[in-house]
């Protein structure tokens, strides 16, 4: 057996991933003018051609209603100039510019995408082979159905000459019903392995590593359980506000925005069973199995287990910001969620009464988002009772996801001297500090392995229908009630601690 089958039968996780960059590539970024293009997409497609990663023959289709071919070369590079991690270089920006193309046309005319059709020119690449397509729809949720239908019309979602794969942002749907309608859709056009949901959490090296550290270190996986793990809490906190997202936001909430996506998708990494191997399918069907196996709580149960609140006016970082309500093209009555807290139980035999607690929230103090794993105080301590032995507090391991990344372990260590005195100590490991190199930018990740065909990161239709099946029930005990409020700049609202301290618990300070 040659040595590198050996290695691969030692390690389940280790999977054959390209180093060499992508064939011929035709990427088409539908919604081109627009936020997500300028701060991720470009910057992203312009450090990985910089790096060697992008397919020699690559062509960036931008497709918007701008009539001006060359503005979407100016937008670019202004994008480019703001928003790459690397900044920008005459000799970076030459090698790239050529491969953009403009293509102009309204997303509900099917004429745009006969001549996209036509631009594509029958899938080649001008030198004979194939071309694979990828096409990105960074555009309004209303867009994802009927885009898919057009390409599905006009023959391009077919992979009779190469791959083709079609790339969607969040929100997946608004409701359950919704979700469902959407899945619905896109499988009539395209194949679900062409179908690549993002949720660009996934791309973080921290979150990645979250598998790592449970699945190659033999000290972690014999107690990730509810023998030994007290309670995990999942915080992803933002210090900003709406912004100028009102006529999203105000539809969609703290749930919609992040619950049923992110944060549903950080708990499953977290406690899923180990997968067979480290391939998209298994990896996945894990997930599922975990997403199915949370508690589904009644609309009348909703109160006792979750906490909405809205911010009001309050102090962020040394400045005064308004409340929500006070936040422009949001209605004075509104009751849209800005904070979500929420006690997920596990009902399987790993987790069976080890509570996941889970909130995220606007205006709080900074932002931040980290996964703590909190272990069972030790049984028995033999030097409880010496004179200032102090307070001894149980181990926790901290995954750090924004805006550092890395891990810290709480443990509990003699402080030096002639009395017995003992503190807890942090064990600390940092990405930038240990690797000496900057992380990749979550998008870059994203887009280099659609472009390879690894679906690992991305999410799949039975995902997307389990997280909505958890959230559902609590969106239609809300159907009545107010939020509790909170003052921005604060911890959230006092409600959300009854969620931990019925139990002897408290959040970590955010």
């Known amino acids: 057996m040659a040595a590198t089958q050996e290695a691969q039968l030692e390690n389940p996780f280790a999977r054959d ?7 011929p590539t035709s990427l088409v970024i539908f919604g081109a003018s627009g936020d997500l ?24 289709i931008g497709v918007s209603r701008d ?13 480019i100039e703001s928003y790459s991690r690397t900044g920008i270089s005459e000799e970076g920006w030459k ?9 102009t046309g309204d997303f509900n005319d099917a004429g745009l995408f006969r001549s996209l059709a036509e631009a594509l020119d029958d899938r080649s690449d001008g030198a004979g082979e194939p071309s694979q397509c990828l096409f990105y729809l960074a555009v309004a949720p209303d867009f994802f159905g009927p885009i898919a239908q057009e390409l599905s019309e006009v023959g391009l979602a077919s992979e009779s000459a190469a791959p083709t794969r079609l790339l969607i942002e969040k929100p997946f749907g608004h409701d359950l019903r919704s979700a469902l309608a959407l899945n619905a859709v896109l499988s009539a056009a395209f194949d679900e392995s062409q179908i690549f949901r993002i949720d660009h959490y996934l791309g973080k090296e921290t979150v990645q590593n979250v598998q790592v550290l449970r699945f190659a270190n033999g000290i972690f996986e014999p107690i990730w359980n509810r023998r030994y793990v007290e309670h995990v809490q999942i915080t992803v906190a ?19 925005d992040v619950i049923t996506n992110h944060c549903l998708q950080l708990l499953a ?65 509104s009751r849209t969620d800005t904070y979500v807290a929420m006690r997920a139980e596990i009902d399987n035999w790993r987790w069976a009464g080890t509570p996941f607690y889970v909130r995220t929230g606007k205006r709080l103090p900074r932002r931040l988002t980290e996964i703590a794993v909190q272990f069972r105080p030790v049984p028995h301590l033999p030097f409880a009772a010496a004179d200032g032995a102090g307070e001894v507090e149980p181990n926790e391991l901290v995954l750090s996801v924004q805006p550092e990344e890395g891990a810290s372990l ?39 392995d659609a472009l390879r065909g690894d679906a690992t990161l991305f999410t799949r239709a039975d995902e997307v229908e389990a997280e909505w099946r958890v959230v559902q029930p609590i969106l239609d005990g809300w159907e009545s009630g107010e939020p509790a409020s909170y003052e921005a700049g604060s911890q959230g609202p006092s409600q ?3 969620l931990l301290a019925v139990r002897g618990r408290a959040w970590r300070r955010i």
């Open 17 to 23: 991933v390209p180093k060499q960059a992508p064939g």
């Open 37 to 60: 293009a300028a701060r991720k997409l470009l910057p992203a497609i312009y450090n990985l051609n910089v790096a060697g990663l992008m397919p020699e023959r690559l062509r960036v």
């Open 67 to 79: 009539e001006n071919p060359r503005a979407f070369h100016e937008h670019a590079k202004r994008s």
């Open 95 to 103: 090698a790239l510019e050529p491969k953009l193309e403009k293509l």
């Open 238 to 256: 933002e210090d900003l506000g709406i912004g100028h997202r009102a006529a999203y936001y105000d539809k969609a909430g703290a749930i919609r």
């Open 269 to 333: 990494l977290t406690a899923m069973e180990p997968p067979v191997r480290f391939e998209p399918d298994t990896i996945r069907d894990e997930k599922v199995k975990l997403l199915r196996s949370l508690r589904r709580y009644t609309p009348d149960e909703v109160p006792d287990y979750v906490v909405r609140g809205q911010y009001t006016k309050g102090w962020v970082g040394g400045e005064e910001v308004p409340g929500y309500r006070e936040e422009e093209g949001v209605p004075d009555d």
């Open 410 to 448: 709480r443990i509990v260590a003699k402080i030096p001297g002639q009395t017995l005195d003992v503190r807890p100590v942090q064990m600390e490991f940092n990405y930038g500090e240990a690797f000496l190199s900057a992380s990749p930018e979550a998008y870059e990740r994203l887009l280099l």
């Open 496 to 498: 959300a601690d009854e």
